[in-house]
T-cell receptor, first 112, second 114 residues
Framework: AQSVTQPDIHITVSEGASLELRCNYSYGATPYLFWYVQSPGQGLQLLLKYFSGDTLVQGIKGFEAEFKRSQSSFNLRKPSVHWSDAAEYFC??????????FGRGTSLIVHP | DVKVTQSSRYLVKRTGEKVFLECVQD?????MFWYRQDPGLGLRLIYF???????EKGDIPEGYSVSREKKERFSLILESASTNQTSMYLC?????????????FGSGTQLSVL
């Protein structure tokens, strides 16, 4: 069975600082990996996804993520955080079934 | 752009009531999903459907049922609402037959059961 761990429940950063959100997955084969963002009062929106190829994936809103097979990780990064990035971030892993499994989410708080 | 519409943004019901949550997607997607979102627990899959009249249980189906009579509509039914079903409910859809497809989410229905 596939699983996802997001070890940080909350992350607080100052506006303009860099950001890294951690995601570790468990899956027996090559995974499909996703990062979604949920702004307050909204549904989830896809930031980026990895299926194969280049392990550094670029997404929307200036986000990127790096797939590291040896560490079973897919961490999300942004070089300079904006106040509008405050949101809930979810990592998800998919595989042979139709159904991606989501992590518990990381809440990002941005201080001015 | 794909639109997934959930009929209610907020809903307040009483214990024991039968509750219907409606979801409609406008892009002819094959797959539709119902998730429940609770703080600290993330998204948990209740039911999903990969075709009309087809349904599969997810991780937490107890106390829920679903209906998919038309491709674009997927309904979640709480047969007898209980206070522990107070939660945010998210509907999603996806076009393909593999898990590499991204999910398109509705804005959610915040259900309170009193």
């Amino acid at each position: 069975a596939q699983s996802v761990t997001q070890p940080d429940i909350h992350i607080t950063v100052s506006e303009g600082a860099s950001l890294e959100l951690r995601c570790n997955y468990s899956y027996g084969a090559t995974p499909y990996l996703f990062w979604y963002v949920q702004s307050p009062g909204q549904g989830l929106q896809l930031l980026l996804k990895y299926f194969s190829g280049d392990t550094l994936v670029q997404g929307i809103k200036g986000f990127e993520a790096e797939f590291k097979r040896s560490q079973s990780s897919f961490n999300l990064r942004k070089p300079s955080v904006h106040w509008s990035d405050a949101a809930e971030y979810f990592c998800a892993v998919g595989g042979g079934s139709y159904i991606p499994t989501f992590g518990r989410g990381t809440s990002l708080i941005v201080h001015p | 752009d794909v639109k997934v519409t959930q009929s209610s943004r907020y809903l307040v019901k009483r214990t024991g009531e039968k509750v219907f949550l409606e979801c409609v997607q406008d892009m002819d997607h094959e797959n539709m999903f119902w998730y429940r979102q609770d703080p600290g627990l993330g998204l948990r899959l209740i039911y999903f459907s990969y075709d009309v009249k087809m349904k599969e249980k997810g991780d937490i189906p107890e106390g829920y049922s679903v209906s998919r009579e038309k491709k674009e509509r997927f309904s979640l039914i709480l047969e007898s609402a209980s206070t522990n079903q107070t939660s945010m409910y998210l509907c999603a859809s996806s076009p393909g037959a593999t898990s590499e497809e991204k999910l398109f989410f509705g804005s959610g229905t915040q259900l309170s059961v009193l």
